[in-house]
Nanobody, 126 residues
């Protein structure tokens, strides 16, 4: 089993930055792909970014390309989502996710992930 815990959310003004962290514990050696999703009030959960660390591939939603960066910490059990140039529409609960599988077609679907954190809230004020 793997446990994921997010941190780093908060309130920020439009144009500002935040860095979210996801700390993994348990059988972390099995993890292959880490991702971030978000869910705004009244909306479905949507893909934000993913990192398949072994092959070094990153994936981003079009809405965050050029503004968000997903990365992995040196300790391998933590990954990050650096969010720059934040917009009010980025307001949501952000969830980290992980899976021991690699999908050649990408990792933008929630069903592809086996483990989920409980989320951290990000609010961007205008």
């Amino acid at each position: 089993q793997v446990q994921l815990v997010e941190s780093g959310g908060g309130l920020v003004q439009a144009g500002g930055s935040l860095r979210l962290s996801c700390a993994a514990s348990g059988h972390t050696f099995s993890l292959y792909t880490m991702g971030w999703f978000r869910q705004a009030p009244g909306k479905e959960r949507e893909f934000v970014a993913a990192l398949s660390w072994s092959v070094g591939n990153t994936y981003y939603a079009d809405s965050v390309k050029g503004r968000f960066t997903i990365s992995r910490g040196h300790g391998e059990n933590t990954w990050y989502l650096q969010m720059n140039s934040l917009k009010p529409e980025d307001t949501a609960d952000y969830y980290c996710a992980a899976t021991p599988r690699y999908y050649s077609g990408g990792h933008s679907s929630a069903w592809q992930y086996d483990y989920w954190g409980r989320g951290t809230q990000v609010t961007v004020s205008s």
